[in-house]
């Protein structure tokens, strides 16, 4: 009985100790991969630096550099909208890079559609500059810490009635909650745009998108490739989407790639 | 001398420089003659008003001089000339004006006046002097004097017939109208003095040569030589009568020589050089033509006017294409009908193409009667993305007068395959201005070569569990503080309250004393602290001060507080215990004190469980 308990309990800090180490091994492996795919880069190989890049997402990894690497091999493969697209996921993680922006507006000269953005209010404008400012993970830990200070310091000032922790904590009490307040509110609309503003990249050189769904709508206007829209809704495999200055339509779902 | 000659020159060039602005601006002389000023009645003359300086090719045809009481208006006609001569340009401009002259006499042609550019030019008037017979004798025809003088009627031996081929016709078919000279005698020359007037007909003339083919004819016995002279077809605009004045043609007849005496000669020397010459003015009759309005019914949407027979092809010159490589998309247009007017087909070509205006190019064939002919547009597309791309079918509708419906005719789709070019699109950005490439930068900027920080993908943070108890926590810490306060607040402010509180603890204490002395031997001390326990106990729990509670009080306490007799009376049966114990000391062994320190025990934590 004793002997069995023993067992499982180095059975048990095995399965960690095995779990940390292939953890450890996957990084490794996935920061050769990485080196791998930027040598071929610098080759001018880029066909074969796309296919290590993009092996790091499917052993389950991300970050914005692998990201902006891949955007800008298939940049210089050609492959203009799978370019956005990726200069896109790297924006989402790291919104405020200026290497990303470059490029990705780069990319978008190539892009035949002119889009044009329905103007917004300013405050809108200004509010969504701010909240663009940290990606959503960032936002999430600041958000958080400040909660929890701000939820260690309220039981603290209940408990501790020394009169001059009173006086000094007021201060910080107030400071925090001005920024929690600022910050949640920044976390939740980035949380609500990232659950309900879906975009996409045009995969495919043209597309006519029609007015409803299926091949019987008919054409409303005409996409081409590397056009960022937004998807609404679904049905079967068609995605309606919407366009920044408001148009809307159906066109099929493997015509687009989520960002 | 040279000085001298300095100045000059000097002085000339000032003036040069002076006044070419001037001769730039306004520099325009106008001037009038006529080909002849004596005219023979009814003969033409011809009035030619010259324009001559830089301006002239901009001047406006000058006002027709008001001369009809001697003379008819057949036309105008104009010619330029420009010449450059020592790098100065000189331009001169003519109109002829056509005249007939209608009466006798001398006249005088007033001064024609033009203005232009706010300034007006008169020409000097000119006389002119209509005379009676042939004014300019035709030398080698000495006959010819005294034509005028003998009438002749040749009505029935020369006419001008105009045949029409129907008289009810569609807006905008075609009518062909005929002209022909029927006559028994010689016409040596001819010449179209008035042209019918043509207005609210679109005509097309049929080619005619100035030695028509001649046929004969016979026409109540008589035997005629008959000219086609003028052959046209004219498309009326608008529906309603129309009214065609009638041709009017000059013709010089050749008459046969009177003469008195016959001789053998006579059959012999019947020829031009014998006979004599007469001018003889001939009329078509007016023509009525019913022109009747396109019928409304069945008028297809795409209808634009287009009446006769056609029919449409449409044709790609290659249907496999690299991007950015032109393509001609030809779409003909033939058949019988007024093809000047017939308006471009709609070609509904992809977006995906660059499109450029057509090239249009007519042909038009005047044979048999009737106008054919074909109408190409010749479209360049240059297509700007591969895939494949299709030409919607071309449909064109029209009018067939002759089964008297609307017809529509459609071309069949065209497909083109378009590759992709050897040029990838991406080295020439569309649609952006030089000045943004040239601040953009030529390339994208380099990869990031730092070994990143690699996160797990997997779902957002916001919405694993970990995230929830985070949140969660303070919620935790903040009630237990609460809680905590509230508890700390009732110890401090309510007696009864941290007496109760404490009473367990203290009873517990207490008994835990018993225990030892129990252990140690002395009955007397151990029954005293339980009974302390067990007093101290309900003193604490009711909120009275147990120093001088009796067992009779504690009985009436805990029975008004409704609690089951059977506790009560066991809690009271271990304090009567106590009592008897503790003031009659007697033996009691440790057996004894373990037995009833389990029974106070279990009283107590009774009674605790209901009080």
């Known amino acids: 009985m004793k002997n069995f308990v023993i067992t499982q309990k180095y059975f048990l800090f095995l399965l960690v100790f095995m779990n940390v180490l292939v953890k450890f091994s996957l990084a490794s492996e996935v920061e050769a991969i990485f080196l791998k795919g930027n040598e071929l880069y610098k080759q001018g190989d880029y066909l074969a630096a796309i296919s290590e890049y993009e092996k790091i997402a499917t052993l389950g990894f991300e970050s914005w550099e692998v990201y902006y690497n891949l955007g800008n091999a298939y940049y210089k493969d050609g492959q203009l909208a799978r370019a956005i697209l990726n200069f896109e996921r790297a924006k989402k993680l790291n919104p405020k890079n200026e290497d990303i922006n470059f490029n990705l507006e780069f990319a978008n000269l190539s892009v035949v559609d002119r889009i044009p953005q329905l103007p917004t209010l300013f405050i809108f404008s200004w509010i969504s500059q701010v909240a663009n400012v940290f990606n959503l993970q960032t936002l999430g830990i600041i958000t958080l810490s400040l909660y929890l200070l701000l939820g260690t310091m309220i039981p603290l000032r209940i408990l501790l009635k020394a009169k001059s922790f009173k006086k000094l904590g007021a201060g910080i009490l107030i400071a925090t909650c001005i920024l929690l307040t600022f910050f949640s509110s920044i976390f939740i609309i980035r949380i609500y745009e990232a659950e309900n503003k879906i975009e996409a990249i045009v995969l495919v050189d043209k597309v006519d998108v029609k007015s409803a769904p299926g091949e019987a709508g008919t054409d409303v206007f005409t996409l081409h490739l590397g056009v960022k829209v937004q998807l609404q809704d679904q049905s079967l495999n068609w995605v309606k989407i919407r366009l920044s200055d408001g148009k809307v339509g159906w066109m099929k779902q493997d015509q687009v790639e989520k960002i | ?611």
């Not at chain 2, 044979?367 to 240059?382: M, N, P, R």
């Open chain 2, 1 to 611: 001398m040279s000085c001298i000659f300095k100045q000059k020159s000097a002085l000339i060039l000032l003036f040069l420089l002076l006044r070419n602005p001037v001769i730039f601006a306004q520099d325009l002389q106008v001037s009038a003659n006529l080909n002849r000023t004596v005219v023979p009645l009814d003969q033409a003359f011809e009035l030619n008003v010259e324009l001559n300086g830089a301006d002239a090719q901009n001047a406006p045809q000058p006002a027709l001089p008001d001369i009809e009481d001697f003379a008819a208006f057949r036309g105008t006609s104009s010619s330029q000339s420009i010449q450059f001569i020592n790098g100065q340009m000189s331009v001169s401009k003519i109109f002829t004006f056509h005249f007939v002259a209608t009466r006798v006499g001398k006249f005088q042609i007033p001064p024609i006046r033009l203005n232009f550019k706010g300034k007006s030019f008169t020409t000097k008037a000119i006389p002119i002097e209509i005379v009676k017979g042939a004014a300019a004798p035709k030398p080698g025809n000495p006959s010819s004097r005294r034509s005028a003088n003998e009438p002749l009627d040749l009505s029935e031996q020369l006419f001008l017939k105009a045949a029409v081929n129907k008289n009810r016709i569609y807006q905008n078919e075609a009518v062909i109208i005929t002209y022909k000279i029927y006559t028994a005698v010689n016409i040596t020359n001819y010449g179209i003095s008035q042209l019918p007037n043509t207005v609210g007909f679109w005509s097309e003339e049929f080619p005619t040569s100035n030695r028509p083919k001649i046929t004969d004819e016979v026409i109540n016995g008589r035997q005629y030589r008959v000219a086609e002279i003028k052959k046209v077809a004219l498309y009326p605009q608008s529906a309603g009568v129309k009214t065609l004045d009638p041709l009017v043609v000059d013709c010089e007849v050749q008459l046969p020589r009177q003469r008195r005496r016959r001789d053998i000669f006579d059959s012999f020397f019947d020829d031009p050089f014998f006979s004599r010459s007469v001018r003889r003015t001939i009329r078509s009759d007016a023509i009525s033509i019913e022109v009747m309005p396109l019928p409304e019914e069945g008028k297809p949407s795409d209808f634009s006017g287009a009446v006769g027979n056609y029919s449409l092809q449409a044709s790609v010159d290659k249907h496999a294409v690299k991007t950015n490589e032109a393509i001609t998309l030809k779409v003909k247009l033939a058949g019988r009908g007024n093809i000047k007017i017939l308006p471009n087909p709609k070609v509904d070509i992809p977006a995906d193409f660059e499109v450029y205006d057509p090239e249009i190019k007519e042909s038009i064939q005047r044979k048999g009667g009737q106008i054919s002919g074909s109408k190409t547009f010749e479209y360049v597309l240059i297509p700007r993305f591969p895939g494949k791309q299709v030409i919607k079918p071309i449909s064109f509708s029209y009018f067939d007068p002759v089964k008297r419906n609307y017809q529509r005719i459609r071309t069949s789709p065209i497909t083109i395959d378009v590759l992709k070019g050897d040029k990838p699109i991406l080295s020439a950005p569309v649609g952006t201005s030089k000045e943004d490439v040239q601040f953009i930068g030529k390339d994208i900027r380099f990869i990031q070569l730092y070994l990143p920080e690699f996160e797990k993908i997997g779902t957002a943070f916001y919405k694993r569990i970990y995230f929830f108890v985070l949140l969660f926590c303070p919620v935790v810490t903040l009630a237990l503080a609460l809680a905590y306060n509230k508890h700390a607040e009732k110890l401090s402010s309510n007696v009864a309250y941290a007496r109760s509180r404490r009473a367990n603890q203290m009873a517990l204490k207490r008994l835990k004393t018993a225990n030892k002395k129990m252990r140690e031997g002395k009955p007397g001390e151990f029954y005293s602290e339980v009974s302390k326990a067990l007093m101290g106990f309900i003193g604490d729990k009711i909120n009275v001060p147990a120093a001088g509670l009796i067992t009779e009080q504690v009985d009436a306490l805990l029975r008004k507080r409704g609690i089951e007799d059977q506790i009560v009376s066991r809690f009271l049966d271990c304090l009567n215990t106590c009592d008897f114990k503790r003031f009659a000391p007697t033996d009691s062994d440790n057996g004894e004190m373990k037995t009833f320190f389990n029974k106070a025990k279990k009283a107590l934590i009774d009674l605790d469980r209901v009080i």
